[in-house]
């Protein structure tokens, strides 16, 4: 009996005992549930917190024929522990943006005081009404989207499309860079651009090997910041621009403050091939670099560049840059560029007829017109490396060589037999300090004597009444010429009166 009371005691205990154990396992989860929920509501104000996109551009892609708009989808996660305040989240270009978000139903250019949950995301509608059809648009409407969050800042671009054109957006990336690019002529593939609307680049185009790329009289070419034409080794192009109907590769901003501004992009770029490539009656303006021409391997010699009524001008470093290639160019004009207007390293040159003169006053230029070299040094993060080519030939007939400084012409040869340096000078009009009077480099050459061009600061070289250039050409450059240079850049004749006159222009009387 003893016994039996003592298990009852036992189990009352027991039940007792699990009942408040219960009790108390109870009011611990319900603790860790009331802290834990406490912990995820508090808003977290760590500045390493940051958020995270769908993408880092929304482009809008559809081009239309008429007024039209579009939406596009950005979505933002919050991928932190623990919630976020977005401070603020607005539209770069404000209330004057062709741009509108739309966040929570709300159409706004700017919101405040965003919470965004753990793990949670966030949708926003963007919303871009454009007329194509208006050609005073931009061809690329740009914005982005700032978002504020712990007083990091980080954004997202906008993209469309201001005019009808032929847009070519990059989307594929080069693991040595952060650019992206798109093919535009493919391994075997011919590809003819027409003048029926304009071509816009977004990214680079690239004319990949054994690709070919031919632009037709009166096309414009339009390139994006950032953003250039590159034809990688074997690939091919042809610009077959007419006197009346130009071809032009400019930036894609139109407005008349844009019309002679540098740095605008990146420039064209030209690696070796089996072919010649041409560019005749084309402009480059406005770029990095105008006209890259280099082989892709270092050890390699490309073909030849022609270069017939051409203009390059208003570059913020060169507006021709050549290394180990050869060019042929005449009734070309190389203007206004940072650096130099042509830097030719290495190689095989003939320039006819050529003009090349700096007039630069978008900053403190040191550097002259023109040089012509066997080597070349440049300051990169590995410290200065220097690149040497034998120069077999640079020949200049019938040029003028001028600017603003008093040396506009710049030679750099290395002091070694197993790098050739060779050039001549043959009747041009020279702005220099140097001493022109060995005929084996210089030959019927007029020094510092100005050759009065109507505007230079117009970016017009036309030769003036006065001109020291008039008449004072040679006849036997024109016809020892491999191509024909017996009409100037405007299709006037050289040879109809006593000489030829220098440069890419022949004076002709009113």
């Not at 080794?233 to 077959?240: E, F, R, W």
């Not at 032009?248 to 070796?272: A, K, M, S, T």
């Not at 050549?322 to 040159?349: D, E, H």
Request: hydrophobic share 40%; glycine share 8%.
């Amino acid at each position: 009996m003893k016994y039996y009371l003592c298990a009852k005691i036992q189990t009352v205990v027991n039940n007792q005992l699990l009942r408040a154990l219960s009790y108390a396992g109870f009011i611990l989860v319900v603790f860790i549930l009331v802290t834990t929920s406490c912990r995820k509501d508090e808003i977290v104000t760590d500045p390493s917190y940051s958020l995270s996109f769908s993408t880092d551009t929304v482009i809008f892609d559809t081009v239309f024929s008429t007024v039209g708009s579009t939406t596009g989808i950005l979505k933002v996660y919050n991928y932190n522990n623990g919630k976020v305040k977005i401070s603020r989240i607005y539209l770069a270009g404000g209330e004057q943006s062709q741009y509108k978000i739309n966040i929570d139903g709300n159409p706004v250019s700017s919101i405040e005081d965003v919470e965004l949950a753990e793990n949670d995301s966030l949708y926003i509608f963007i919303k871009v009404t454009v007329d194509p059809t208006n050609q005073n648009s931009p061809m690329i409407i740009t914005d982005s989207v700032i978002f504020e969050t712990n007083g990091n800042i980080q954004d997202v671009d906008l993209v469309a499309w201001g005019q009808d054109a032929h847009y070519f957006v990059g989307y594929l990336h080069n693991p040595e860079s952060t650019l992206k690019y798109i093919i535009i002529a493919g391994e075997n593939e011919n590809v003819t651009w027409e003048d029926d609307k304009p071509y816009v680049l977004y990214g680079w185009g690239v004319v990949d090997s054994l690709g070919a790329l031919e632009i037709g009289p009166g096309v414009d070419v339009h390139f994006h910041q950032n953003s250039g034409l590159w034809v990688y080794s074997g690939g091919a192009i042809q610009v077959n621009g007419l006197k009346d109907s130009l071809v032009v590769f400019q930036g894609d901003r139109l407005e008349h403050e844009y019309r002679d501004l540098p740095g605008q992009w990146n420039g064209i770029v030209i690696n070796e091939s089996d072919v010649v490539n041409e560019f005749n009656y084309a402009i480059v303006k406005n770029a990095f670099v105008g006209l890259q021409v280099s082989p892709q391997n270092e050890n390699g010699w490309a073909n030849t560049l022609i270069l017939k009524n051409v203009i390059v001008e208003n570059m913020t470093l060169f507006g021709l840059y050549s290394f180990a290639y050869q060019v042929v160019a005449v009734n070309s004009i190389f203007s206004n560029c940072a650096t130099y207007t042509v830097c030719l390293v290495g190689g095989i040159y003939d320039f006819r007829q050529c003009t090349m003169v700096d007039y630069w006053s978008e900053s403190v230029r040191i550097n002259p017109s023109l040089r012509v070299g066997n080597q070349i040094a440049f300051n990169t993060l590995d410290g200065v490396i220097t690149y040497v080519s034998p120069l077999e030939s640079a020949y200049f007939g019938n040029c003028i060589i001028y600017g603003a400084l008093y040396e506009e012409l710049e030679t750099d040869g290395v002091a070694d037999p197993g790098y050739a340096y060779n050039f001549k000078y043959d009747n041009c009009l020279i702005r220099t300090e140097l001493d022109i009077t060995n005929p084996d480099n210089y030959q019927n050459c007029i020094k510092n004597e100005d050759p009065l061009f109507i505007d230079q600061y117009q970016n017009d070289y036309h030769l003036d009444t006065l001109s020291n250039a008039i008449d004072v050409g040679s006849m036997e450059i024109i016809d020892s010429s491999v191509l024909d240079i017996s009409f100037d850049y405007d299709g006037n004749s050289r040879v109809s009166d006593d000489a030829p006159d220098l440069g890419a222009y022949e004076f002709i009387p009113e």
